[in-house]
């Protein structure tokens, strides 16, 4: 099996995919544009050769790249590089090259614009907050007369919540539009929840071969827009609700041969029409693992290895390997160099030394939403889990976890 993978470097976690690859003995084929040279050692070994561009943006270098391998190597069976900013011409480069193993040019934009999700959602039977385009200010006031503020507005095509902002007012509203940015953006009616997810990966029968669940407590969009602390947890099991409309959103949207990872809320506060406190309201679908340390923390959590998983997924359409090691709840808590703190990373090292297991500086790509510095820790119970998040923070507040969550 002939596998190209794109951006292999990239994030640097994601060599883990390719050595999972080649231990399953498929021919893996790097294109990226970092040098050689820089490459980890991990992906070194893993990739049968590796082709440089100038800029991955280049999409006839990326043409030129697929060509050679071809030529090379034979007809490229599979090519992935599960990362969100990739995924329109990812698929792309599978329609020009006949790629039949993922999606499609004339599949991804149901995948990419939070717009046309919603019908998946309808579909799917999951509520989903009422939404508008943001096309001028008097059909956004028109909006806002139907839901009220606060609204929320965000790229239609966009990851996380970068670029995404809570409105509270006419006065915010207007300024908005007078800088609206050049590209399609969308207004939903704000929901208070916590994000709640659905990972995993599905094999191309749909079938879910391996699930778990990740949980923020607090606003996202606040953690990156207003650099309150960055933290959440992979949960030991998956909610039954969560599974059950990860389930039914997988099937609406036909996903096959992925990763996946679905974002729900968890309503903290009743909404009209939308459910009572408690309830799973759908947030957004993403066709790749969730960012970030993400994968890293899923596999300290469920004693298991997710980058292994997906690669038997890819060589063999099944689930290869079997984990049943202890499950712990794993936790992020990211600082920021600009934020001021009562206790240094060596104080949190001296104090929960034996629960954290990695410590890592983040590159600029990353810090903005995840802070300049993180530490994965993992926990038995949620009221030891709170306290390493109070102490790593300190003075800076936390919102407590729910008293469901606290059960």
């Known amino acids: 099996m002939n596998f190209v993978f794109i951006s292999p470097n990239f994030p640097s976690n994601y060599?883990?995919?390719?050595?999972?690859?080649?231990?399953?003995?498929v021919n893996v084929l790097g294109v990226g544009d970092c040098p050689y040279e820089h490459?980890?050692?991990?992906?070194?070994y893993a990739l049968t050769e590796y082709y440089l561009v100038d800029t991955l943006e280049d999409y006839d270098a990326m043409v030129r790249a697929l060509g050679y391998f071809t030529h090379r190597y034979g007809k490229i069976d599979w090519l992935e590089s599960n990362n969100e900013y990739w995924l329109a011409q990812d698929a792309a480069l599978r329609t020009d090259f006949n790629i039949t193993t993922g999606l499609k040019s004339e599949d991804i934009l149901l995948y990419k614009r939070k717009s046309?999700?919603?019908a998946g959602y309808a579909k799917a039977g999951i509520p989903?907050?009422?939404?508008?385009?943001?096309?001028?200010?008097?059909?956004?006031?028109?909006?806002?007369?139907?839901?009220g503020y606060p609204i929320v507005v965000k790229p239609d095509s966009g990851v996380g919540a970068e670029a995404t902002y809570r409105i509270e007012n006419e006065e915010q509203l207007a300024a908005f539009f007078k800088e609206l940015p050049p590209v399609p953006y969308i207004m939903e009616e704000y929901v208070s929840g916590e994000v709640t997810t659905f990972d995993g990966v599905a094999d191309?029968?749909?079938?879910?071969?391996?699930?778990?669940?990740?949980?923020?407590?607090g606003s996202i969009m606040d953690m990156v827009n207003e650099h309150k602390p960055v933290y959440y947890?992979?949960?030991?099991?998956?909610?039954?609700?969560?599974?059950?409309?990860?389930?039914?959103?997988?099937?609406?949207?036909?996903?096959?041969?992925?990763?996946?990872?679905?974002?729900f809320f968890r309503l903290t506060e009743a909404k009209e029409g939308l459910g009572e406190v408690g309830d799973i309201v759908a947030l957004e679908v993403n066709m790749r693992p969730a960012g970030g340390y993400t994968p890293d923390m899923i596999n300290f959590s469920q004693s298991s290895d997710c980058y292994q998983i997906w690669a038997d997924m890819a060589?063999?359409?099944?689930?290869?390997?079997?984990?049943?090691?202890p499950k712990?709840?794993?936790?992020?808590?990211?600082?920021?160099?600009?934020?001021?703190?009562?206790?240094?990373?060596g104080e949190i090292k001296a104090r929960f030394g034996s629960h954290i297991v990695l410590d890592e500086i983040l590159p600029p790509a990353l810090a903005r939403a995840m802070g300049n510095q993180i530490l994965l820790a993992c926990f038995d119970g949620k009221a030891e889990m709170e306290e390493f998040l109070r102490f790593s923070f300190s003075p800076m507040e936390i919102g407590a976890l729910s008293a469901k969550e606290q059960m």
């Open 328 to 345: 712990t709840y794993c936790v992020c808590a990211g600082r920021r160099d600009d934020a001021v703190y009562t206790h240094g990373i």
């Open 233 to 263: 947890y992979v949960d030991k099991e998956v909610p039954a609700d969560i599974r059950a409309a990860g389930r039914k959103v997988l099937r609406a949207f036909k996903v096959r041969s992925r990763f996946f990872h679905l974002e």
């Open 15 to 25: 060599d883990r995919f390719c050595l999972g690859l080649k231990n399953n003995g």
């Open 39 to 44: 490459l980890s050692e991990t992906l070194k």
């Open 204 to 217: 191309s029968r749909g079938k879910v071969l391996f699930a778990v669940s990740h949980i923020t407590p």
């Open 116 to 118: 046309l999700m919603k």
């Open 128 to 147: 989903a907050a009422r939404w508008a385009m943001a096309e001028n200010l008097a059909s956004a006031l028109d909006f806002v007369q139907k839901v």
């Open 315 to 325: 060589a063999f359409d099944e689930l290869r390997h079997i984990y049943k090691g």
